[in-house]
């Protein structure tokens, strides 16, 4: 059994192809991916069954990533990582994700390899 095999990642991205394709990639990990498509879906996923890890869109309809990334850290799980995955890359963006609380920050596009790179380095240190 890998590190991977059953760990719960939430995925929440407005996009479905890139919503897919980190299913997808994640999935054949070993990980149980939960994709939702909006920050309210990830919200209330990640209220319903924590997940070891969450990967956020930082744009989003109704709740952004950095919306959603706020409410994990002011819940009773605050400390589950989060990795934001987001087209804004100024470095004030970045910044930005990390004063709010993210665990890491990939920028789009971005390498599918070099993602689970991030999500196994971000599970093995979280443990």
Same mark, same amino acid.
């Given at each position: ?13 407005? /996009? ?78 970045? /910044? ?32």
């Amino acid at each position: 059994m890998t590190q991977a095999e059953g760990t719960r990642v939430l995925v929440a991205d407005d /996009d479905p192809d890139i919503r897919d394709l980190v299913e997808f990639k994640l999935s054949q990990a070993g990980y149980a991916v939960q994709s939702v498509a909006d920050g309210v879906a990830a919200w209330e996923a990640f209220q319903t069954e924590r997940p070891a890890l969450v990967v956020l869109d930082v744009m989003m309809p109704g709740l952004s990533g950095f919306d959603v990334l706020r409410k994990i850290r002011d819940s009773e799980w605050p400390t589950v990582p989060v990795l934001l995955l987001s087209a804004k890359s100024r470095d004030s963006d970045v /910044d930005t994700g990390f004063a709010v609380g993210a665990t890491d920050y990939v920028i789009k596009p971005f390498s599918p390899r070099e993602l689970l790179h991030r999500v196994n380095g971000i599970l093995a240190r979280s443990q």
